[in-house]
């Protein structure tokens, strides 16, 4: 049964110490018949009434009694991660608002804010959870109502690529989808795949960093009887597997040059010829690639076709790192736990607050693998029906906050180097040029220049 999300009511608990700030919001949004409202004037108070009242939205003040605004930041990503959390803070108080990122806030709001700027920001809250809700209506599983396809995820990061991958998915153009080992690149392709019009035709997934580079061309466009010792019989490729689907070559900066070549030929004539053959076979195949590498430095190094990179990269998608959306972690977490309590047939119901606490504040190197993996490991070392910090690895309960940035980069290079720290400390300010430059240790001026340079523009 399909959710008739156009007709739901987004719910809002206006949380704020200030009586006058209750009464003013509830006035100004009174006659938006799309918001249903509840008011809290602390956290410890918001938090009773989100028992009764499971709000959709919670937009909170960061000074109040109590409990401020932040630690119920915390306390609902830790109880409630599918809530969205608008946090308001003072106009001389802006390192709240970018703390209030790192632990998960949707977004933010300078006080005394424009009620007009919060019903845009409510209504795109609205229309991403309504994408949400028309993706995941036909499966009902842990994480189903925040899922889009198999991804999981509900930061703004996440529904810019939900957006990309709606797009895109109804054309035949290559996509190129980047992002470190780990992120879930190969759902996103799936996703692709599974909205497009090839749909019900094969999906077909390749790692070419798992094959050796005499296996790589008759693993994609087979091989002829004879074609090689050990050919004993002719074997249809992965290209021909794939004819009227879609094939995801992942690790596509692992693939040889000369293997680069028969690929350029597949893309601009669509024919190919098995290995040993002399016969030209046509194929209508997507293609989807997937990389944790710079492509564009491997093409100055001349490592990569630069031809071949501009036709896989007609659309290009960039995955976050799980560091990068920690307001997805509950989420990820408690969806994991749904999948391997059922594998281990343990009687776990939760995550204790603290333990989730452990989880967010971690960076992840390993992305969503990562947390998969320990959320498994704790299923089966876990004692009782919770998880605590206890039943976390060491590295996990120890780990506290870095206080800088972490960069895993895919090489040496310092042009990388630079550009993404650049665009990592613009993500944590939020692109505030002036908190960007004071963190950087350089002047606004070269801030915009290196911003030209790399051509650096924020997402839309």
Known sequence: MKVQATTYKTKV?????????RKSFNRAVRRDKTLLVETAADGKEALDKLRTFRADVVMTDVFMPNMDG????????????????LVITGQGTIE??????KLGAYDYLLKPFDVEV????????ANHRNVLLESSSHEQEQG?????????GQDQKMFRIYEMITQVAKTNASVLIAGESGTGKELIAEAIHSRSPRRNKPFVQVNCGALTETLINSELFGYEKGAFTGATSQKRGHFEAADRGTILLDEIGDLPIQTQVALLRVLELGSFQRVGGTQTLKVDTRLICATNQDL?????????RQDLFYRINVVSIHVPPLRERRSDIPLLAKYFLGRYRKETQREITSISNSAMKRLTECDWPGNVRELANIIQRAAVFCKGKEIRPEDLPEGIRSNRP????????????????????IKRTLDET???????????EIARGTLYSKMRKYQIERPC
């Open 118 to 125: 919060a019903s845009i920001i409510l209504k795109q809250i």
């Open 96 to 101: 709240n608002a970018v703390t209030a990122m």
């Open 430 to 440: 939020n692109w505030n040029f002036k908190q960007t430059a004071k963190a950087l």
């Open 13 to 21: 608990l206006f949380v704020d110490d200030e009586e006058g700030y």
């Open 402 to 421: 870095s206080g800088g940035i972490t960069l895993q980069l895919p090489s040496r290079s310092l042009h990388l180097a630079e550009s993404t720290l």
């Open 296 to 304: 564009s430095q491997r093409v100055d190094e001349k490592r990569f």
């Open 144 to 152: 189903g109502a925040f899922r889009f396809e198999n991804i999981i």
């Open 70 to 85: 932040l630690t119920l930041l915390k306390e609902i990503k830790a109880q409630y991660p599918e809530i969205f959390v």
